[in-house]
């Protein structure tokens, strides 16, 4: 009987491994070629995690910073969304300035810099800085579907992993911020 225990336990535990790992696979998003399908794939849960993590939140919320030199959670989204749509020039080219009306691309701009976005934007809700990351990634995805992946991997496919690794940091610091919020 402990045998056909022990047998059964470890079935289970290999099916759960088994589905874990499947439930971690990273495929190709459809509608792309197949690389830049898989940037695609890793860019958006990124983006349903910055989005998830932060919707709802209020403004004291998206204005809270630790001290005087740390980040606020808003002035970070729109960092991200800023050093996205800054790729998008680069490997799309200028045009894709057309995308955004004037206050965007001011509003872009600006939010390079980290410490000048928390000092200007405050009293702001998160949707507002969910809104323009939002058109930032439409726009991304948009011009993704019109490339090849002889395109992407001979000039870009680097580009867009830092683009990836770069928001993957700055959820990392929205998490933390969260989490130090004030009850």
Known sequence: MKIVFKSICICLLILVSTNA???QEINSKKGYDTQIGVMVYMLEYLKDDIISSTRGLNSLET?????E???SIGAIILHVA??????QRYSFGEDMLNAYDKEEQELLEMSLDLNKTKEILKDKPAKYYLTMYKKVRKNTLKEFQKIKDDWWTKKRHWSWFHVMEHQAHHLGQI???IARLPK
């Open 69 to 71: 030199k740390a980040n």
């Open 175 to 177: 998490e933390l911020i």
């Open 63 to 67: 204005d809270f910073q630790f001290d």
């Open 82 to 87: 800023a050093v996205e749509a800054t790729y």
């Open 21 to 23: 790992l499947h439930a």
